[in-house]
C-alpha cells in the first residue's frame, strides 16, 4: 500500500515560506554530526542517481515489515538484491520472497546474524568477496544493532541503517573504529525529515514567536509501538522553542487501541502500519490556534527514503570522502532522489 502524507499549516504558512527561502543562508545542528560538510555543489555532482552494474544489495532483517517493504522497493526500482540476508535468531523460516508490484521476485535465504551467529563475521567476509560493491540495508532488532555495526565494519562493508532505538553514541563510537561508510537515520522518511530540519531552522530564526501558546500533541502508531514516537519528540524540541515553555515526553498523547485509532482518522485497514500526528499551538484566551499534521499510512515512505540513501552512498563512496557517517538531511541535501 502507497504511504498517504499529507501536510497542513494552518495560518504559518508565511512563515514556513519565508524559512524556506532563507534556507540556504543558514544550516544548523538537527541530526548533524561534527563532520566536515562539503559544498552543496560537490555533493549534487557526486550524486549519481543511475544505478550501476555493480551495485548490490544486501537485505538485513528479513522477515521484518520494514526489511520486506525497503526489500520490495528495492527490487521495483531495479536494484540487484544479494540472495541472502542476516536474519535473528530461530526465524519462522529460512527462505524469503521478496515480491515487487511489478511482478518481480526474488527467494533470499536468511541467515542469523551476528549477536547470534559466531560464523556471521565469516559469512559476511565471504558475501563481501563476490560482491565487493554491495550494500547492506540494515533493518535489524534494537538488541543486534551494536553487534552488526561491529561486523559491518570488520568487514569495511558500507551501509544504510533505519533500526531505532539504539544509543546514537554508541552507535558512533562503534562505526568510528573502520573505514567504511554509512547513512544511519532514526526516520528514512525523506519529507517527514525535511519537515523536522525546516522547524529546526524556524526554531532558531524565530524562538519565543508563539510564546504563551499552548501546545498540545498526539500521535498515533500501531499497537505493537510501545514507545513514544522520536519524531514526535524531536519535533517537540522545535515546537518548544517557538512558544518558550517546558514541555515533558509524558505529556505527548499516545493512541495505541484500534478503536481510539479510528477515532483519530486512521483507516481501518491501516491499523497494522501508520503514524498519524498532530501538533496544535493556542493562545491564552483561545483565539488564535495553528495545527500541523503528518499522516502515514503503511510503510512505503520509510522504504523509498531508504533506497534513496543508498543511492546517496553508492554515489558519494566512490570519490573517498574524508566524511564517512552521513544522514538524511545529507541525502536531502544532495538531491536526485526518485
Known amino acids: 500500500r502507497k504511504s498517504k502524507m499529507q501536510f497542513y499549516f494552518c495560518k504559518v504558512w508565511v ?30 555532482v557526486l550524486y549519481n542517481s543511475v544505478i550501476d552494474d555493480d551495485l548490490t544489495i544486501m537485505i538485513n532483517g528479513l522477515p521484518g515489515l520494514m526489511a520486506a517493504e525497503t526489500a520490495k522497493v528495492c527490487l521495483e526500482r531495479g536494484y540487484k538484491l544479494i540472495p541472502m540476508g542476516f536474519t535473528g535468531k530461530d526465524p519462522p523460516e529460512y527462505t524469503y520472497t521478496v515480491i515487487g508490484s511489478n511482478g518481480k521476485s526474488q527467494q533470499l535465504q536468511l541467515i542469523e546474524g551476528p549477536g547470534v551467529n559466531n560464523d556471521a563475521s565469516a559469512i559476511l567476509s565471504s558475501i563481501k568477496n563476490s560482491y565487493p560493491n554491495c550494500i547492506l540495508i540494515d533493518y535489524t532488532h534494537p538488541s543486534a544493532v551494536l553487534s552488526n555495526i561491529a561486523c559491518y565494519v570488520e568487514n569495511n562493508c558500507d551501509f544504510v541503517m533505519g533500526t531505532t532505538g539504539v544509543d546514537a553514541p554508541a552507535m558512533k563510537k562503534e562505526f568510528e573504529s573502520g573505514s567504511n561508510y554509512a547513512v544511519i537515520a532514526p526516520n528514512m522518511a525523506k519529507q517527514i525529515v525535511a519537515l523536522q530540519y525546516a522547524l529546526d531552522q524556524m526554531s532558531n530564526r524565530f524562538p519565543n514567536s508563539y510564546k504563551n501558546y499552548k501546545l498540545k500533541v498526539t500521535e498515533s502508531h500501531q499497537s505493537s509501538k510501545a514507545d513514544t514516537s522520536g519524531t514526535a519528540k524531536a519535533i517537540v524540541s522545535h515546537l518548544t522553542k517557538l512558544n518558550g515553555e517546558s514541555f515533558q515526553v509524558d505529556e505527548i498523547e499516545k493512541i495505541r487501541t484500534p478503536e481510539a485509532q479510528i477515532a483519530f482518522g486512521v483507516p481501518s485497514d491501516a491499523l497494522g502500519g501508520h503514524a498519524f500526528h498532530t501538533y496544535s499551538l493556542t493562545s491564552e484566551d483561545g483565539s488564535v490556534s495553528f495545527e500541523l499534521q503528518h499522516n502515514v499510512c503503511g510503510r512505503r515512505i520509510y522504504a523509498e527514503g531508504t533506497a534513496d540513501a543508498v543511492m546517496f552512498l553508492d554515489s558519494i563512496r566512490r570519490s573517498h570522502p574524508e566524511k564517512r557517517l552521513y544522514n538524511m538531511i545529507d541525502v536531502l541535501e544532495a538531491g536526485g532522489m526518485n
Request: charged share 25%; aromatic share 20%.
Open 15 to 44: 512563515l514556513f515560506s519565508y524559512l524556506c527561502c532563507s534556507y540556504k543562508y543558514r544550516r544548523t545542528g538537527f541530526l548533524r554530526d561534527r563532520y566536515t560538510i562539503p559544498s552543496l555543489q560537490s555533493r549534487t
